[in-house]
């Protein structure tokens, strides 16, 4: 159950080949109206996710890119078609695909450091107290709480949760991160220091990432496939662009690079022609 | 030069708006309850001086009340007691009967909040017997117990009841989904879920519903020990007006609620030792 977010690459290619990580096979959501008839959300959606791949979901709100991710991490269901994770259908939800909510979702009684170790205690419940305490210290040092480590999260910033909530991610050593809006709720200045942050924690650690996300930029800066959803309901998968620049990446680099504004430009012009229709 | 006049002009300002705050401070902490205190005393006083054999002036009052006031604990034979042992045998009674509702109520409100079916069941049982008054119960329990003890500690458990669970439930209902969320990514076992997540996240209507059950089981222990009889606040209550000792009923009137403003305070800072915390609405 416990298992490195290293690189395994070879180990486990029983049923799909060892690359095809994550697959989403003719996935569709929907739910019932009041009235009887069905409402589709997400429509016949296949796609598949590498094992040291970051992947964003991008579209406008509404589109069902919130509960694709839902559906990865086991907390809502498909109606019908296939989810699998090496190969083993997803049924549940799992640590193995560990979330990053979009509100930080950290227990307001516990201190930051009690958060995390919540997590730890529950998932890697065959380590010994000195490992887990260690886990949790090296996580706290790792996005830059350790000062911060016996407050309360009413204590600390929109920008400190959120490393917490990363933190509390990453210490049960997920095989897939998931990550839901993760700096959406945060100030601009924020958001680009924690994009650089978990890109940084990423590139030293590479493994499998989903991020839903509604910002062009931060889908261009971060990932390595960029899924542009249509809008709902009916929501398919309208395109996927490929992010070619190689890691690690730096912003301003980026920025200089006539490529950057030409791919901008493409998802910009995508989210506008499948707006409102 | 002008610095300096300056800076002791900024040090007088401060200094004479530090003392307006002293003053508001002083003016909202103890003059103005006081004179809420003052304007009581002075209605009973003069109803007391237009109707002389209505009530004792409220100086009469004290002095008639002195002796129970400066010996509390006095034995001077059996049933004799002074009013600091009533209060004891109130308290006890209120806490043993408080102890047990809890015990029933905060599980039952767990069970209500948790399944729906529950819910459905419970949820007519305690619509309908959370209106009745407590007083009610005592007959039921005085034939059941045969005793009057066990009998006014029954009703106050039944009074304890109703708060506790619908607030428990409610708290327990809703937990924000979020923090379920993260407990089912992490794989956490049902019952552990109940223990390290609800129940932290629902303590503070838990014990919104204790303190309201708290102060709601004071208020009935008085009446229930005036039909009682026995040893205990309520009974000294009805013991005196038969006495015609109007004196003693009015200082009564002060213990009981200075000891329900008590018995609140200590329950929110046992909500605030347990919780670690304030409440936060996050």
Redesign the interface.
């Known amino acids: 159950m416990v298992k490195s977010s290293l690189q395994t690459n070879g180990i486990h290619g029983d049923r799909s080949t060892p690359t095809e990580f994550l697959v989403i096979e003719n996935l569709t959501k929907s739910y019932r109206n009041p009235d009887g008839s069905e409402f589709v959300v997400l429509d016949n959606i296949s796609l598949t996710v590498q094992e040291n791949e970051f992947v964003s979901l991008i579209g406008h709100s509404g589109c069902g890119k919130s509960t694709l991710l839902k559906m990865v991490?086991?907390?809502e269901r498909p109606t019908s078609g296939l989810l699998t994770l090496e190969g083993k259908a997803i049924r549940?939800?799992?640590?193995e695909?560990?979330?990053v909510?979009q509100?930080y979702?950290l227990?307001?009684?516990l201190t930051v450091r009690e958060n995390i170790r919540?997590?730890v205690d529950?998932?890697l419940d065959r380590a010994s107290h000195a490992e887990k305490s260690q886990i949790v210290n090296e996580h706290l040092a790792m996005v830059n709480l350790t000062a911060a480590a016996n407050k309360?999260?009413?204590e600390i910033s929109g920008g400190m949760k959120q490393r917490v909530g990363i933190a509390r991610a990453l210490a049960?050593r997920p095989k897939m991160l998931l990550m839901d809006e993760p700096f959406g709720a945060l100030d601009a200045l924020t958001r680009g220091k924690l994009q650089r942050e978990v890109l940084n924690i990423w590139e030293a650690n590479r493994q499998a990432v989903m991020m839903v996300t509604h910002d062009v930029d931060e889908a261009l800066y971060m990932s390595d496939r960029i899924v542009m959803l249509t809008n709902g309901p009916h929501a398919q998968i309208g395109e996927i662009l490929e992010v070619p620049f190689p890691h690690p990446r730096d912003r301003a680099t980026l920025r200089e690079d006539p490529l950057y504004y030409e791919l901008r430009n493409h998802v910009l012009n995508f989210l506008d022609q499948h707006f409102g229709d | 030069m002008p610095m300096m006049n300056l800076a002791a002009v900024f040090a007088a300002i401060a200094q004479a708006s530090w003392n307006r705050t002293k003053l508001f401070m002083v003016r909202d902490t103890v003059v103005l309850p006081a004179l809420g205190f003052l304007g009581i005393l002075l209605l009973w006083w003069g109803v007391a001086l237009l109707r002389r054999d209505l009530m004792p002036t409220p100086w009469e009052a004290l002095l008639s009340n002195l002796d129970f006031i400066l010996h509390p604990f006095y034995q001077r034979g059996p049933g004799d007691l002074g009013v600091g042992w009533l209060l004891l045998a109130s308290l006890r009674r209120v806490l043993i009967g408080f102890g047990l509702g809890a015990i029933v109520a905060i599980p039952i409100g767990f069970l209500v909040g948790m399944s729906r079916p529950m819910m459905l069941a419970l949820n007519p049982v305690i619509q309908i017997f959370k209106p009745v008054s407590p007083l009610a119960w005592l007959p039921i329990a005085l034939a059941i117990f045969n005793l009057a003890d066990p009998s006014a500690i029954f009703v106050i458990f039944v009074t304890s009841l109703w708060p506790t669970i619908i607030n428990t439930a409610l708290g327990v209902s809703s937990v924000?989904q979020?923090?379920i969320?993260?407990a089912?990514?992490?794989?956490?076992p049902k019952w552990?879920q109940v223990i390290?997540?609800i129940l932290?996240?629902s303590?503070p209507y838990i014990f919104t519903g204790l303190r309201i059950s708290l102060g709601i089981a004071w208020l009935v222990i008085v009446a229930v020990e005036m039909l009682t009889g026995g040893i205990g606040i309520g009974f000294f209550v009805w013991d005196e007006w038969s006495r015609l000792n109007l004196s003693s009923v009015f200082l009564a009137v002060f213990i009981i609620g200075i000891t329900g403003l008590l018995l609140d305070f200590a329950m929110g800072q046992l909500q605030a030792w347990v919780?670690?915390?304030r409440p936060?609405n996050?």
């Open positions: 991490a086991g907390l549940k939800p799992g640590a695909r560990m979330m909510f509100h979702s227990l307001p009684w919540l997590a529950e998932v309360y999260p009413d049960i | 924000s979020d923090y969320d993260v089912r990514v992490l794989e956490m552990r390290k997540i932290p996240a303590l919780t670690h915390r936060v996050s």
